[in-house]
């Protein structure tokens, strides 16, 4: 069973390097944002695989928690910056821009 | 044994997922649709392979093992709370900064995405 985990894991990590070239060449900096997030959310995974191998799930079902937490509100303050570094531009309910160059 | 084979089933489904995920985000031409590829797969992958671990966890009964199975449980609601929350946030700040929609004729001028 041990064996297993450790074939999932490398599955996992394998499967994150067409991500990488996401993050690498994606056309603008949201798309760099949103395969951060996917990377992010596949470690909580990977965490809890990592303490099955080790067999100290205990401790790293605990990481694995604040890395989501991290992970949520690192993507939602990433995603709420570019939304504010980005004025809008043509179709928007938010407020008016303040200040004109 | 039972909780072995759940646990090989569920991972696997999870990492097929994920696989589709991955080659979405690679594929795809656009942002919204490359959005879509990462939002769903990302949420479905994580969700069945956390539960496969939980019902590992649970092979042995004792209290410690349902302590730790239902922190992975938890972990499970709180990425299927969190995951598509993020994603709207994200598809809602590229909207407002004004990403292109892909449309047919476009490709042959951009194609090397």
């Not at chain 2, 019902?55 to 499970?76: E, H, P, S, W």
Request: one cysteine or more; a neutral charge; hydrophobic letters at 55%.
């Amino acid at each position: 069973m041990e064996s297993f985990f450790i074939f999932a894991g490398i599955a996992i990590f394998a499967l994150m390097f067409p991500i990488v070239w996401r993050i690498i060449v994606g056309p603008t900096a949201i798309d760099r944002i949103v395969a951060v997030n996917v990377i992010g959310t596949k470690t909580t995974a990977l965490l809890v695989i990592i303490g099955m191998i080790y067999g100290r799930v205990e401790m790293f079902v605990d990481f694995a928690l604040t890395y989501a937490l991290l992970n949520f509100i690192g993507s939602l303050a990433a995603a709420r910056y570019f939304d504010r570094v980005n004025p809008s531009k043509n179709f928007s309910n938010s407020e008016p821009k303040e200040q004109e160059s | 044994m039972i909780p072995a084979t759940i646990c090989i089933v569920l991972v696997c489904i999870g990492i097929l997922f994920f696989l589709g995920g991955a080659v979405g985000i690679i594929r795809f031409p656009d942002f919204y649709t490359r959005m879509h590829a990462a939002g769903k797969g990302d949420t479905m992958s994580v969700f069945l392979i956390l539960m496969g671990l939980a019902a590992y966890q649970l092979a042995d009964f004792n209290l410690a093992n349902l302590l730790v199975a239902g922190k992975i449980l938890f972990i499970t609601i709180f990425i299927m709370w969190a995951s598509p929350t993020s994603t709207h946030a994200l598809i809602k700040a590229g909207f407002e900064e004004g990403q292109k929609l892909w449309t047919r004729n476009r490709e042959k001028e951009d194609s090397d995405r």
